[in-house]
């Protein structure tokens, strides 16, 4: 019988925890929704609700979540798209659109559509059986039909263009496809590759203005050399960052910046900004101590070199105590705490137009 009520009041809790995050964080937003597609940078839990390996719903992701539950976030807590709807004066997290926990009521100020291991190239989905971009959009597009259907045709069309539309991807096409998997290298040098990705950006984006968006942060990438699973591989060079990732990267930035200023010059009315995490998470890397780190080179979870995923586990030792001290929480993936920093840097930055 004891049992039978703890359980009852776990899920009581739970429910109250969801039913808090969901509240808004203030009462003045700045824009009536944000929309988020990508990846496992920003996948609020759609991976929970299909068929892949790609998954963290399970402990000890989310330990620092409120409850102390994973949620399908690539990460200890929050991630930085639930900090940015946060800043908006939104609700502080962004449900996933592929969890039944949630309907039109949470949806209508904030949705997530974004797959962990997923990327601009439909190839890069196919590695690990994830929900490509284009089936993103497909999901999008039935949102806006049920976004109709809740609020009427004037006040759907009005959150569909002063949204904030929020996209963060392309590292899993370098990390998991270009430079894991045949096909692409044999097809295209790392330039050509950027370039024809860079295509599929402009398509993508091109598509969201056809069906209303105007408000559009594109996310740059990382330096993914100093992630500390290609820290690991390095071994010939004392496990430093790999810089040739992150020279890519940079250069795949540059050619997003100009694609940003190519769309706002060709779509009346559209406004698109480059969202860039490189130079702030380079700098936290750099110099820990200064942002209040202890830990750069290895993750949190595990031994911190290698492990991600369900590699990642709650029976795992290793495991560090206090997130916190660490800028990565897997070996792929950062902490809630760098996350955090990051989104406080892009909403005071790149996204200020919109937010201020």
């Given at each position: 019988?004891?049992?039978?009520?703890?359980?009852?009041?776990?899920?009581?809790?739970?429910?109250?925890?969801?039913?808090?995050?969901?509240?808004?964080?203030?009462?003045?937003?700045?824009?009536?929704?944000?929309?988020?597609?990508?990846?496992?940078?920003?996948?609020?839990?759609?991976?929970?609700h299909i068929q892949t390996v790609a998954r963290s719903n399970f402990m000890p992701y989310g330990r620092d979540f409120a409850g102390g539950r994973p949620t399908g976030r690539f990460s200890n807590g929050r991630i930085t798209t639930d900090f940015i709807s946060e800043a908006a004066g939104l609700k502080q997290i962004v449900p996933?659109?592929?969890?039944?926990?949630?309907?039109?009521?949470?949806?209508?100020?904030?949705?997530?559509?974004?797959?962990?291991?997923?990327?601009?190239?439909?190839?890069?989905?196919?590695?690990?059986?994830?929900?490509?971009?284009?089936?993103?959009?497909?999901?999008?597009?039935?949102?806006?039909?049920?976004?109709?259907?809740?609020?009427?045709?004037?006040?759907?069309?009005?959150?569909?263009?002063?949204?904030?539309?929020?996209?963060?991807?392309?590292?899993?096409?370098?990390?998991?496809?270009?430079?894991?998997?045949?096909?692409?290298?044999?097809?295209?040098?790392?330039?050509?590759?950027?370039?024809?990705?860079?295509?599929?950006?402009?398509?993508?984006?091109?598509?969201?203005?056809?069906?209303?968006?105007?408000?559009?942060?594109?996310?740059?990438?990382?330096?993914?050399?100093?992630?500390?699973?290609?820290?690991?591989?390095?071994?010939?060079?004392?496990?430093?960052?790999?810089?040739?990732?992150?020279?890519?990267?940079?250069?795949?930035?540059?050619?997003?910046?100009?694609?940003?200023?190519?769309?706002?010059?060709?779509?009346?009315?559209?406004?698109?900004?480059?969202?860039?995490?490189?130079?702030?998470?380079?700098?936290?890397?750099?110099?820990?101590?200064?942002?209040?780190?202890?830990?750069?080179?290895?993750?949190?979870?595990?031994?911190?070199?290698?492990?991600?995923?369900?590699?990642?586990?709650?029976?795992?030792?290793?495991?560090?105590?206090?997130?916190?001290?660490?800028?990565?929480?897997?070996?792929?993936?950062?902490?809630?705490?760098?996350?955090?920093?990051?989104?406080?840097?892009?909403?005071?930055?790149?996204?200020?137009?919109?937010?201020?």
């Open positions: 019988m004891a049992h039978t009520s703890n359980t009852t009041i776990s899920s009581c809790l739970l429910i109250i925890v969801q039913l808090f995050f969901m509240l808004p964080a203030k009462t003045n937003a700045k824009i009536p929704a944000i929309i988020v597609f990508g990846d496992s940078s920003v996948d609020s839990g759609n991976n929970n996933a659109y592929l969890d039944p926990a949630y309907n039109m009521s949470d949806f209508a100020v904030g949705v997530c559509f974004a797959s962990a291991g997923t990327g601009y190239d439909n190839a890069t989905a196919d590695v690990l059986g994830v929900i490509p971009l284009w089936k993103q959009v497909e999901y999008y597009k039935e949102y806006q039909k049920k976004l109709r259907a809740y609020l009427g045709d004037a006040k759907a069309n009005e959150v569909i263009s002063e949204a904030l539309y929020a996209t963060s991807l392309g590292t899993n096409d370098f990390l998991e496809n270009y430079y894991t998997m045949p096909q692409r290298r044999s097809q295209y040098t790392v330039d050509q590759f950027q370039i024809y990705l860079v295509g599929i950006a402009k398509n993508f984006i091109t598509n969201l203005y056809n069906l209303g968006a105007r408000k559009i942060s594109l996310g740059g990438l990382p330096p993914m050399g100093c992630m500390p699973l290609e820290r690991t591989r390095n071994l010939g060079n004392g496990n430093e960052c790999m810089e040739s990732y992150n020279l890519v990267a940079v250069n795949f930035n540059e050619k997003l910046n100009g694609l940003v200023m190519e769309l706002n010059k060709e779509l009346p009315e559209i406004q698109v900004v480059l969202s860039n995490p490189y130079e702030p998470m380079l700098q936290m890397i750099k110099k820990p101590s200064s942002y209040g780190f202890e830990v750069a080179s290895i993750a949190c979870c595990a031994t911190g070199l290698f492990e991600m995923g369900y590699a990642c586990d709650r029976y795992n030792l290793f495991t560090c105590k206090d997130a916190n001290k660490y800028i990565f929480w897997d070996a792929f993936h950062p902490t809630e705490r760098t996350d955090r920093i990051i989104a406080d840097h892009v909403v005071k930055t790149a996204l200020s137009k919109f937010l201020a």
